[in-house]
């Protein structure tokens, strides 16, 4: 009986230990912490973050009425900081009607020829970025959580179907590089584990603002392979994958990285 | 879509040394690249910066193409008396930006 009680009585301290150990558990990192201190500044500081630019073009289009609607994104959404938060947190996400996913860039354009009426956004365009840059700008701070949509398992199998085939010339996959050998050095570079936290992020080597499939397509060059057109499935089977295994980390678009 | 950022303080003392940073968007091409088409883009650089205090030139700087997309600059001046500081950035294919900001110096 008194071991019973003493046994009850020890039950919270496990309790307690064993989630204060997957807390602590998650070897997660992102990007962010793996550059180096100059850059952080330079992303922490809004006034010499060029991604702020992109995101101050983007509250200029948000604003200015496009199409044959001639409606701005702000004639039906308001401000981004209540209507848009945490938006960028949960895509991508299939949208009412469809059965494939969308990212946020194709959400923007399909609000872009369905409401406004308008010619859709050319992908890594300019005006593209700034918008997705704006929209993501709201969500900064928040934790990644995409939806619950049964409907996406599927895709984010594909997606790490994929993250974990090897492919192209050097015959690698994702899983290579950034799960089994994050945080070492390729060429001189620390290899990030590749949680998507940033995008659109601004890399010095672009000296833009580029989206997560441009730097998909980046790795995929990297292994020499094919890479896919842009919007195709495949990338946004890995974008659902990619986004489902940083669940959590939070968003800190416009990021920067070397 | 040329814009830029600027960062002064808004208030200042008198005789106080004060951070201006500007931050502006532009490719900076250099003109020594060839293009997808194996022809060189031609350059296109801002040229010329400059930051007047109520008219006064307090700060020029002629850009080179070395000088990568996206120019940050940052320079220190004194506070003297409260107004406008104007910034210019002039450069290739007419570009030409102007931004001001207002500060009170006590």
Known sequence: MKFRRLGLMLLPVFAASYALAQGGGDKRRTGYQDMSPALQQMQDDDTSNPGMLFVQAGETLWKQPAGKANKSCADCHNGVETSMKGVAARYPAIPKGADTPVDLAGRINLCRTGQQQAEPLQPESQDLLALTSYVTYASRGLPIAPPNDPRLAKFRSEGEAMFRRREGQLNLSCANCHDDNAGKKLAGATIPQAHPTAYPVYRSEWQTVGSLQRRLRNCLIGIRTDAYAYDSPQYLALEVFLMDRARGLKIEAPGIRP | ?106
């Open chain 2, 1 to 106: 879509m040329a814009n830029a950022l600027i960062n002064a303080p808004k208030t200042a003392k008198r005789g106080e040394a004060i951070e201006i940073k500007a931050l502006i968007l532009h490719p900076m091409e250099t003109g020594f690249r060839p293009g997808t088409n194996g022809r060189m883009i031609p350059r296109n650089i801002i040229e010329f910066f400059s930051a007047r205090w109520n008219g006064e030139e307090i700060f020029k700087m002629t850009f080179s193409p070395a000088i990568a997309a996206n120019p940050f600059v940052s320079f220190f001046t004194i506070a003297r008396e409260s107004g406008k500081i104007d910034f210019l950035w002039t450069g290739d294919e007419n570009f030409r930006v102007e931004e001001s900001v207002s500060i009170v110096v006590t």
